[in-house]
């Protein structure tokens, strides 16, 4: 049986200043992001980016990550506990993010990007998908780090005791589960996909396919919220955000598939 090695989650520290692993793997996350943005730029062409708007994108795409994390967070898990106490909201040094709140807020801030530059909505969001899936590998490895978002009991041979669940059972790491899947197998899916112009809303609608339908097979190993447990059909919270984001995708797939070919991105 195995132990989670508790690692310390401050990564450096400056006096009174420390800087910890999650913040690190959300600065990995955008500079990945403008890593492999320089080389789509580069070598795909056909999407008529330059790096100013890479730039450009990646601001919005910040501001649109934290605020839609954490009041996804607040609305979608917590509402009543920060209703009854609003000024907890800005503290986001406690932990609480959602990624489906996240996803919503950088789909606005996408939205506001692409009218300020005049470009079609899903043309942005189908460059900007394949540069996200290893930021979120890059995030669940911060979960696993604090050995937070522990999975359920199991007796498979790499199941791993989390001291932080106050327990001593054997649980599945779903936070590495989450990385292979939503991580590195859609950054795979989504790469390959889009190294070759497709019809615009295309590459947009793999991401929702792929990522819905990762995070709701990996709920089955992920340990639900203490405070919601299990909801309706005895699925998880994450499972009902994630099922609309796969039937989204089939539909706007197939509309996508049926754009003239010169519709292409």
């Not at 910890?20 to 999407?47: D, E, N, S």
Request: glycine fraction near 12%.
């Amino acid at each position: 049986m195995l132990v989670h090695p508790q690692f310390d989650p401050v990564a450096v520290q400056f006096g009174p200043v420390a800087i910890h692993w999650y913040g690190l793997m959300y600065l990995v996350a955008f500079v990945q992001i403008l890593l492999l943005g320089r080389w789509c730029i580069k070598h795909r062409p056909w999407t008529g980016w330059d790096a100013k708007m890479l730039d450009d994108v990646l601001f919005y795409g910040v501001i649109g990550t934290i605020l839609g994390g954490r009041l996804g967070y607040v609305l979608f898990y917590k509402p009543a506990e920060y209703l009854a106490n609003p000024l907890d909201i800005l503290k986001v040094w406690e932990g609480g993010m959602s990624f489906h709140g996240g996803f919503l807020g950088v789909i606005l801030a996408l939205a506001l990007f692409a009218r300020r530059h005049q470009l079609r909505w899903l043309a942005v969001t189908d460059f900007i998908a394949p540069l996200v899936p290893l930021g979120l590998a890059a995030g669940r490895l911060g979960n696993f780090i604090n050995g937070e978002l522990w999975g359920r009991a199991t007796d498979l041979p790499w199941g791993m005791v989390f001291p932080q669940a106050q327990d001593a059972i054997a649980r599945h790491p779903s936070q590495l589960y989450q990385l292979a899947g939503e991580g590195l197998a859609l950054f795979a899916i989504l790469w390959l996909y889009s190294r070759k112009p497709r019809p615009v809303g295309a590459v947009s609608a793999v991401f929702l396919i792929g990522y819905g339908g990762f995070r709701f097979l990996a709920e089955f190993a992920r340990e639900p919220d203490a405070f919601l447990g299990l909801l309706g059909l005895g699925l998880s919270m994450g499972q009902w955000l994630s099922l609309p984001m796969v039937v989204i995708g089939v539909v706007m797939l197939r509309w996508a598939q049926r754009q003239p070919a010169s519709a292409r991105t």
